[in-house]
C-alpha cells in the first residue's frame, strides 16, 4: 500500500461557525480571521494505491457550481486534483474508487462535473465506484433543513443514476468496521452528521487517520471547540473524547482534511485534557 496526499483546492469560512460556541478572541489565536472573519480552509484529500485499486478519499467541492455559490466561499490558491494526481503519476481516469467520508458539498462536490455541453451531470471519475453507506445515503438524499443547503442534490443523485454507486457496510454493533471492502478499517460517527465515515490505516509501522469532519484543524483539539455545522453537538465531544484520548494513549498520526496550515498533527495527555504534541508534514512521516 502507498499513500499520497491530494490537495483539491482552499477556501474560506466563517470562523464563528467553524467554532460554534468558542469566543473569536480564543479561536483567532490558532486561526485568525481575516477582515471578514473568514478563516483558511483547505479540502486536502487522500489517495490510496493498494494493488490494481486506487482509491480517492473524499474530493474537495469540484468547480461545476456557479460564480455566486463560489463567491460565498472565498477560492484561493492554485491547488486542484488534476494537478495533484499528476504530481504522483496519476490522472483522475486512473481512481477505481471513490470513497466519501460524508456527502457535504465541500467533501464530495468534485465527484460529480458538468457533462461536455453543460446539459447534465457525469462522475468526474468515469472508472470509479462511489462509496457511501446506506443510512448517510437516506439522510442526505432527505435532508434536514439545517444541512439542506450542504447536500447538493446535484453533487449526489448523479452517483446513483450513473449506476456508480456503492454502499459500505454499517456494523450492526458498535461504531467500527475493521477491514472494510476497500481494505481500510472505518471508524462511525454521528456527531457532524449522521454515519461519517472516518478512515485508520496501518501504514509503515503508523496508524494514520484521516479526520475528516471529526477534527478539522489543530485549533479544534480542545473538545468545547466544535462546529456550528454540527447537527449534533454534544454528540460530538463524546465521539470527539473517546477519539482524542485513543489517539493519544497510542500514538496516531491524524491527516487533517480541514486544516490550510498543517498536515498532521499527534496529541499527547495534559492536566487541562488531551492537546497538541506536535506538527508534521506528510512527507516527513512517510516517506
Same mark, same amino acid.
Given at each position: 500500500?502507498?499513500?499520497?496526499?491530494?490537495? %483539491?483546492?482552499?477556501? #474560506?469560512?466563517?470562523?464563528?461557525?467553524?467554532?460554534?460556541?468558542?469566543?473569536?478572541?480564543?479561536?483567532?489565536?490558532?486561526?485568525?480571521?481575516?477582515?471578514?472573519?473568514? @478563516?483558511?480552509?483547505?479540502?486536502?484529500?487522500?489517495?490510496?494505491?493498494?494493488?490494481?485499486?486506487?482509491?480517492?478519499?473524499?474530493?474537495?467541492?469540484?468547480?461545476? =457550481?456557479?460564480?455566486?455559490?463560489?463567491?460565498?466561499?472565498?477560492?484561493?490558491?492554485?491547488?486542484?486534483?488534476?494537478?495533484?494526481?499528476?504530481?504522483?503519476?496519476?490522472?483522475?481516469?486512473?481512481?477505481?474508487?471513490?470513497?466519501?467520508? +460524508?456527502? +457535504?458539498?465541500?467533501?464530495?462536490?468534485?465527484?460529480? =462535473?458538468?457533462?461536455?455541453?453543460?446539459?447534465?451531470?457525469?462522475?468526474?471519475?468515469?472508472?470509479?465506484?462511489?462509496?457511501?453507506?446506506?443510512?448517510? !445515503?437516506? !439522510?442526505?438524499?432527505?435532508?434536514?433543513?439545517?444541512?439542506?443547503?450542504?447536500?447538493? #442534490? /446535484?453533487?449526489?443523485?448523479?452517483? /446513483?443514476? %450513473?449506476? =456508480?454507486?456503492?454502499?459500505?457496510?454499517?456494523?450492526?454493533?458498535?461504531?467500527?468496521?475493521?477491514?472494510?471492502?476497500?481494505?481500510?478499517? @472505518?471508524?462511525?460517527?454521528?456527531?457532524?452528521?449522521?454515519?461519517?465515515?472516518?478512515?485508520?490505516?496501518?501504514? #509503515?509501522?503508523?496508524?494514520?487517520?484521516?479526520?475528516?469532519?471529526?477534527?478539522?484543524?489543530?485549533? +479544534?483539539?480542545?473538545?468545547?471547540?466544535?462546529?456550528?455545522?454540527?447537527?449534533?453537538?454534544?454528540?460530538?465531544?463524546?465521539?470527539? /473524547?473517546?477519539?482524542?484520548?485513543?489517539?493519544?494513549?497510542?500514538?496516531?498520526?491524524?491527516?487533517?482534511? +480541514?486544516?490550510?496550515?498543517? =498536515?498532521?498533527?499527534?496529541?499527547?495527555?495534559?492536566?487541562?485534557?488531551?492537546?497538541? #504534541?506536535?506538527?508534521?508534514?506528510?512527507?516527513?512521516?512517510?516517506?
Amino acid at each position: 500500500m502507498k499513500l499520497y496526499t491530494i490537495e %483539491s483546492g482552499n477556501f #474560506k469560512l466563517d470562523g464563528g461557525a467553524m467554532f460554534g460556541v468558542v469566543p473569536k478572541s480564543i479561536w483567532n489565536k490558532t486561526n485568525p480571521a481575516d477582515e471578514n472573519n473568514m @478563516i483558511d480552509i483547505a479540502a486536502r484529500c487522500l489517495l490510496v494505491e493498494d494493488g490494481n485499486r486506487l482509491t480517492l478519499i473524499d474530493t474537495g467541492m469540484g468547480n461545476k =457550481q456557479n460564480d455566486k455559490f463560489f463567491g460565498y466561499y472565498y477560492l484561493w490558491g492554485n491547488d486542484n486534483i488534476d494537478d495533484s494526481l499528476k504530481k504522483h503519476g496519476f490522472h483522475r481516469d486512473d481512481i477505481t474508487d471513490v470513497f466519501m467520508t +460524508h456527502l +457535504h458539498f465541500d467533501h464530495c462536490g468534485g465527484s460529480i =462535473q458538468w457533462n461536455k455541453d453543460k446539459t447534465g451531470y457525469e462522475p468526474a471519475f468515469k472508472n470509479a465506484k462511489f462509496w457511501t453507506n446506506k443510512d448517510h !445515503w437516506e !439522510w442526505a438524499t432527505k435532508p434536514n433543513p439545517r444541512e439542506k443547503a450542504s447536500f447538493l #442534490k /446535484e453533487n449526489i443523485l448523479p452517483m /446513483e443514476s %450513473s449506476g =456508480q454507486l456503492n454502499f459500505v457496510d454499517v456494523p450492526s454493533a458498535g461504531d467500527f468496521l475493521e477491514n472494510g471492502p476497500l481494505g481500510f478499517d @472505518i471508524l462511525y460517527v454521528d456527531g457532524h452528521t449522521d454515519k461519517q465515515m472516518i478512515p485508520f490505516f496501518n501504514y #509503515k509501522g503508523k496508524k494514520l487517520v484521516f479526520a475528516a469532519d471529526l477534527l478539522p484543524t489543530v485549533g +479544534h483539539i480542545p473538545l468545547p471547540y466544535v462546529m456550528g455545522y454540527d447537527t449534533r453537538p454534544l454528540l460530538t465531544m463524546s465521539e470527539k /473524547e473517546k477519539f482524542l484520548t485513543n489517539a493519544a494513549e497510542n500514538n496516531f498520526y491524524i491527516l487533517l482534511e +480541514h486544516d490550510a496550515h498543517n =498536515q498532521i498533527c499527534t496529541l499527547k495527555n495534559t492536566e487541562k485534557g488531551v492537546r497538541l #504534541k506536535d506538527i508534521h508534514t506528510f512527507d516527513e512521516i512517510f516517506n
